[in-house]
């Protein structure tokens, strides 16, 4: 069963701090790199940062210096922790896999990307 649980979103204003933390499967948090990827009204969801087993981090240009991804692999738990924060990075977080996981949908017949409920993380200027 896939478990991909985030929290920790909210309403910050212009130069604020938050953390998201995510809670995995442990078989997806075992083997996998982890990620946090985002979703904005009008745009297509994409990857802020990930983070392999055991190796280096890496971020999207636009958050270097200002997000810091994490892994507690006895928690099973990935973190991001969000400095400076600015309109921009206004969405619905979420953490996956990288790439995504995915699942075969009987109703579309096709392979799909599984996403959890993912957290709102609004800025306001």
């Known amino acids: 069963q896939v478990q991909l649980v985030e929290s920790g979103g909210g309403l910050v204003q212009a130069g604020g701090s938050l953390r998201l933390a995510c809670a995995a499967s442990e078989r997806i948090f075992a083997t996998k790199t982890m990620a946090w990827y985002r979703h904005s009204p009008g745009k297509q969801r994409e990857l802020v940062a990930s983070i392999p087993n055991g190796g280096s981090a890496d971020y999207k240009d636009s958050v270097k210096g200002r997000f810091t991804i994490s892994r507690d692999n006895a928690k099973n738990t990935v973190y991001l922790r969000m400095n400076s924060l600015k309109p921009e990075d206004t969405a619905v977080y979420y953490c996956?896999?990288?790439?995504?996981?995915?699942?075969?949908?009987?109703?579309?017949?096709?392979?799909?990307?599984?996403w959890g409920q993912g957290t709102q993380v609004t800025v306001s200027s």
């Open positions: 996956n896999a990288d790439p995504p996981l995915t699942y075969y949908s009987d109703t579309y017949r096709s392979w799909r990307n599984y």
